[in-house]
Nanobody, 115 residues
Framework: QVQLVESGGGLVQAGGSLRLSCAAS??????MGWFRQAPGKEREFVAR????????YYADSVKGRFTISRDNAKNTVYLQMSSLKPEDTAVYYC??????????WGQGTQVTVSS
């Protein structure tokens, strides 16, 4: 069983930065992903990092602005978000699972970007 707890969300002005954290417990030797869901929209992929951290993947909408990283000694994955835009407003979730599956999800953290 894996438990994920996100933190670091909040209210920020457009152009600002936030760093989200996802603390994992249990069997965590998997790739990790960040997703987001805006009001009235479907959940969408944001970024992914492999277990080793050597490979990262990003949605086109955040490429160049967001950076995913992990500290396996702390069982924590981060999402550094810069140059934030109002359209980045959403609940952000971290998720993990075997292979490319996302079987375990956190409860989410709200990010609100004001214009």
């Amino acid at each position: 069983q894996v438990q994920l707890v996100e933190s670091g969300g909040g209210l920020v002005q457009a152009g600002g930065s936030l760093r989200l954290s996802c603390a994992a417990s249990g069997r965590t030797r998997y790739g990790m992903g960040w997703f987001r869901q805006a009001p009235g929209k479907e959940r969408e992929f944001v970024a992914r990092i492999t277990w080793s951290g050597s490979n990262t993947y990003y949605a086109d909408s955040v490429k160049g602005r967001f950076t995913i990283s992990r500290d396996n000694a702390k069982n924590t994955v981060y999402l550094q978000m810069s140059s934030l835009k109002p359209e980045d407003t959403a609940v952000y979730y971290c998720a993990t699972g075997m292979g490319l599956n996302y079987d375990y999800w956190g409860q989410g953290t709200q990010v609100t970007v004001s214009s």
